[in-house]
């Protein structure tokens, strides 16, 4: 079946650090990837996406590139803002269409430090 | 403000009572998704609707649990006869299915606490 598997938190980073979090999905076919961010008291939002193999997805600085040969989609960011604090969650969409039910990971909360 | 919204944002009840969920999607879009999040843990999904239809439905939907859309716009999902295992963030997500590259937009969700 389909699912994924992201790093566990927290994470806490000092502000300009390096972010890397990590994220593996197994599917049948080729799922399109995502990534949501939850900021506390928010609803969940889209950060990014890729639809197909070595597709970069870039949004606010953040960026994850879809890799068919280790099934990851790890979501990167050179220089961490304290505004980047929030749970960040990877998804896949089995197939093509985005209007598809979403497979989300547990979950990584991120904290960064002034 | 995503423009999908969702009442009550918090509810508390005590185990053995009914309770209901309401989600209002945006407008133009035909697809309608609730997902359950419990602490801790990603969103799972649970039912969704294409229109007024009921399309799928997850084993975690068990029989205490019924979801309507009647007229193809806000959508209801019923919890009867509450157990504490129900607590969870309760989330509502919308899309128009037409669109291959659209964007499925969700609600801030309903915090349901049994106690």
């Known amino acids: 079946g389909n699912s994924v598997t992201q790093m566990e938190g927290p994470v806490t980073l000092s502000e300009e650090a390096f972010l890397t979090i990590n994220c593996t999905y197994t599917a049948t076919g080729y799922p399109s990837l995502f990534w949501y961010v939850q900021y506390p008291g928010e609803g969940l939002q889209l950060l990014l996406k890729a639809t197909k193999a070595d597709d970069k997805g870039s949004n606010k600085g953040f960026e994850a590139t879809y890799r068919k040969e280790t099934t990851s989609f790890h979501?990167?960011?050179?220089?961490?803002?304290?505004?980047?604090s929030a749970v960040y969650f990877c998804a896949s969409i089995p197939g093509y269409s985005s209007a598809s039910k979403i497979i989300f990971g547990s979950g990584t909360r991120l904290s960064i430090r002034p | 403000d995503t423009g999908v919204s969702q009442d009550p944002r918090h509810k508390i009840t005590k185990r053995?009572?009914?309770?209901?969920?309401?989600?209002?999607?945006?407008?133009?879009?035909?697809?309608?998704?609730?997902?359950?999040?419990?602490?801790?843990?990603?969103?799972?999904?649970?039912?969704?609707?294409?229109?007024?239809?009921?399309l799928e439905k997850s084993?975690?939907?068990?029989?205490?649990?019924?979801?309507?859309?009647?007229?193809?716009?806000?959508?209801?999902?019923?919890?009867?006869?509450?157990?504490?295992?129900?607590?969870?963030?309760?989330?509502?997500?919308?899309?128009?299915?037409?669109?291959?590259?659209?964007?499925?937009?969700?609600?801030?969700?309903?915090?349901?606490?049994?106690?």
């Open chain 1, 75 to 84: 979501l990167e960011k050179g220089s961490v803002q304290v505004s980047d």
């Open chain 2, 16 to 54: 053995g009572q009914n309770v209901t969920f309401r989600c209002d999607p945006i407008s133009e879009h035909n697809r309608l998704y609730w997902y359950r999040q419990t602490l801790g843990q990603g969103p799972e999904f649970l039912t969704y609707f294409q229109n007024e239809a009921q």
């Open chain 2, 59 to 115: 084993r975690l939907l068990s029989d205490r649990f019924s979801a309507e859309r009647p007229k193809g716009s806000f959508s209801t999902l019923e919890i009867q006869r509450t157990e504490q295992g129900d607590s969870a963030m309760y989330l509502c997500a919308s899309i128009q299915s037409s669109g291959a590259a659209n964007e499925q937009f969700f609600g801030p969700g309903t915090r349901l606490t049994v106690l």
